[in-house]
């Protein structure tokens, strides 16, 4: 895996992805955080509804404290950091974006998350 700031984009990519699919009649939101969350998020040039918003903040904190170098793909990683529910949403995301990614010939993005 990358470096933190480059995973937290391909995660917002993805579910950015997803919500727009989604969730198109849902009021979207910028992203804004404080602290080092915002280092990483407030600079990102998309909007989400509120519930995507919720699981990008998430899942972008985990990523900025995960403690393996190199970080493993979610899936062959032995620390689950996700709780429960936010872990479930990101398979749909991942499932339904990386679909659409292949199509768009984006396979450089989803291949961290597949090795």
């Given at each position: 895996m990358g470096s933190p700031a480059g995973d937290i984009e391909v995660l917002a990519e993805f579910i950015s992805i997803y919500c727009g699919d989604v969730?198109?009649?849902v009021e979207?939101?910028?992203i804004h955080a404080g602290g080092t969350l915002g280092e990483y998020?407030?600079?990102l040039d998309i909007q989400l509804c509120a519930g995507c918003k919720k699981l990008l903040l998430h899942a972008?904190?985990?990523?900025i404290v995960c403690p393996y170098d190199p970080k493993p793909s979610c899936k062959k990683c032995e620390t689950?950091?996700?709780?429960?529910k936010y872990r479930n949403q990101i398979r749909e995301v991942m499932r339904y974006s990386g679909k659409r990614l292949i199509l768009k010939g984006k396979l450089n993005l989803i291949?961290?998350?597949i090795s």
């Open positions: 969730h198109p009649e979207k939101y910028e998020v407030n600079s972008a904190s985990k990523r689950h950091c996700y709780a429960p291949w961290k998350y």
